[in-house]
């Protein structure tokens, strides 16, 4: 693309993160900053800006995935029958 | 976990975004689907920018400074959609340019509405009013778009809509309670302009033969908006003393409302380019695109 | 201030944002005619912000701003004139924005301190203004056709000011000192927007709500 395109990332609140919010085509930070500032903080909707070429970005978006690493992941850990076990072993299982 | 796989092969994509998959500028999608969703994308970016001329000489004629500035950061927000909008279809390989050129030279199209003159301070409140709820409720229909990054500007802009309509019956209430002039205004322009907004939201074209709901880039037919919208709209309409112009109109018992049919013809006629503000607003705006070509050279060339 | 001087501010900032609204949906780029409708919005906001400082909280700020005859606007000739093309708008609008600040300026300074706090919310506004049109006065700045409207503008933006303030524009600016278009005549192209402006408010009687 031969337009310069600026990714705008907004926070909307302080305290919340920045998120990306749109883009808009500008020959340099100035601009982007000027269009940006309306496009998107004309309505009092955010409280900060972040302004970034698009070509200074790195997208990265694969991860590989081949042998079996569930202890990292949350659905890796099954508590529910040991739980109900332990439970009926010491008394304190509830109804049903 | 593994990524989302998008299918390569047509009909499995179909499936996929059938059951609510979406997808984002980099992956993989069937031409069919991206040429469809150029054109619907680049049709709403053309209406949003069409949609200014009518509205932008009332700027200029408001009665109060409230209503001036009112009904220019409303217009400010349809060039902003069209921002959005065209920026979208940019990502997805047409550029900006190029979309502007294909409106100008009348090769692409825009919403039946934005081809028709604005006559009175009525019309400006019966389009903030009841052409933007038109629109609202098409633009709600995109919010869950296959295509995220769509899926996404309409978010901004649906909300920046919501004031609108607001402003709209505002402008609309106040001539309802005004002089006798006043509401005749009103009644007048909602007169011209029923017939177009009852074609705004299509021919009734089932859902399930409508590629633009099969790829799930709109989630509601044509039908369906428009029975949304004389459900949510008659009764305001109504209850303000104001008269709906067709006598046909009547909400059956099971919920479901009759109307005269609308002319689909002058429908098709009108958005291929023959309306009666057609071929003065495209010129307009081929003037100016034209006289400040210099500027965009001496800005954007890096 | 007097109130003449502070009706030709409010006028001025009234007239500038009447015209500086023309380029809405037609500016150069969309993301600038965005940008350039918020500078338009705040125009008018600050009009109105004057008017309703000189009406007091029982007036009515709209009868001021709408309901005069031709004659009784106290705008400068700069901000009537019909610039439909983007080079001699940008150079009103920096040429403007620096002699408005040498008056708001001044204004800060006034002896009422309702006025001298209006100026300073104001100037606070005009900031990202200043930023806009100084952005684009660096980018135009080399072009033949923006040279040549700043040129043509400048008695005009000369007229802004009283003559007490003008040297310190010339200075700002570095142009030759001329003689200023004044204020107390108005060119032709006033009597056809006030017609615009004001043909829906006349089509109702005095007082009709909108």
């Known amino acids: 693309m031969s337009q310069p395109v600026w990714e705008v990332f907004r926070k909307e609140r302080r305290g919340q993160p920045f998120e990306h919010a749109g883009s808009v085509v500008a020959p340099d930070a100035d601009f982007a900053e000027a269009w940006a500032r309306e496009q998107y903080g004309r309505r009092g909707e955010s409280v900060a800006l972040w302004l970034v070429p698009r070509d200074a970005i790195r997208d990265v978006e694969d991860w590989a995935d081949e042998f079996d690493l569930k202890y990292r992941r949350v659905d890796g850990y099954s508590i529910k029958a040991r739980l109900k076990e332990a439970r009926e072993r010491a008394g304190t299982a509830g109804p049903g | ?302 | 201030m007097n109130e003449q001087a502070l009706l030709g501010l409010a006028d001025d900032e009234l007239v500038l944002g009447w015209r500086d609204s023309e380029w809405t949906g037609i500016a150069p780029m969309l993301e600038e005619d965005v940008a350039f409708s918020s500078i338009a919005q705040n125009e008018i906001g600050h009009a109105r912000a004057v008017y309703e400082l000189i009406v007091g909280p029982e007036g009515d700020a709209d009868a001021l701003a709408f309901d005069r005859a031709l004659s009784e606007y106290h705008c400068a000739p700069l901000v009537e004139l019909h610039l439909l093309e983007w080079a001699h708008t940008i150079a009103r609008r920096w040429l403007y924005e620096v002699a408005d600040e040498i008056r708001i300026t001044a204004l800060k300074d006034d002896s009422d301190p309702a006025v001298a706090g209006l100026a300073a919310k104001i100037d606070r506004e005009e900031a990202y203004h200043r930023m806009h049109a100084e952005m684009w006065h660096e980018r135009l700045r080399d072009e033949p056709r923006f040279q040549k409207a700043v040129e043509e503008l400048w008695p005009y933006a000369l007229g802004i000011l009283p003559a007490e303030l003008r040297g310190e524009l010339v200075a700002r600016v570095g142009h030759a000192d001329v003689d200023a278009i004044e204020r107390e005549t108005h060119t032709d192209e006033l009597a056809p927007l006030w017609e615009e402006m004001t043909m829906v408010r006349r089509s109702a009687p005095a007082g009709a709500q909108w």
């Open chain 2, 1 to 302: 976990m593994a990524a989302v796989e998008i299918p390569r092969d047509e009909q499995a994509f179909l499936e996929y975004v059938k059951s609510g998959g979406q997808v984002e500028t980099t992956d993989p999608i069937p031409e069919d689907y991206r040429a469809k969703l150029i054109k619907f994308i680049e049709m709403h970016g053309n209406s949003e920018l069409m949609g200014v001329l009518p509205e932008r000489e009332w700027i200029l004629r408001a009665p109060t400074l409230q209503r001036k500035l009112a009904l220019t950061a409303k217009v400010q927000d349809e060039v902003g959609h069209a921002q959005l909008i065209y920026r979208v279809v940019e990502d997805l390989g047409k550029p900006r340019e190029q979309c502007l050129a294909d409106l100008v030279d009348g090769k692409a199209k825009f919403h039946n509405v934005f081809h028709y003159p604005t006559k009175t301070w009525g019309d400006v409140g019966v389009i903030a009013w009841l052409v933007d709820a038109a629109a609202i409720i098409s633009q709600k229909a995109l919010l869950k778009c296959s295509y995220a990054p769509y899926a996404r500007i309409m978010k901004k802009i649906c909300w920046e809509e919501s004031f609108h309509i607001l402003h709209g019956r505002d402008v609309i209430l106040a001539m309802v309670t005004g002089t006798p002039e006043q509401f005749e205004l009103v009644q007048e322009a909602l007169d011209r302009w029923w017939g177009p907004l009852m074609q705004f939201h299509g021919n009734p074209i089932p859902k399930d033969e409508d590629p633009m709901y099969l790829w799930r880039i709109k989630s509601q037919g044509n039908e369906e908006a428009r029975q949304q919208f004389l459900d949510g709209y008659v009764p305001q309409i109504r209850e303000l003393g104001l008269t709906v112009p067709d006598p046909r109109l009547r909400k059956r018992d099971d919920g479901v409302w009759e109307y005269t049919e609308p002319d689909w013809a002058e429908l098709k006629h009108v958005v291929t380019g023959h309306g009666p503000k057609t071929e003065e607003r495209l010129a307009f705006r081929r003037r100016f695109l034209e006289q400040e070509q210099w500027v965009r050279d001496a800005v954007l060339a890096a």
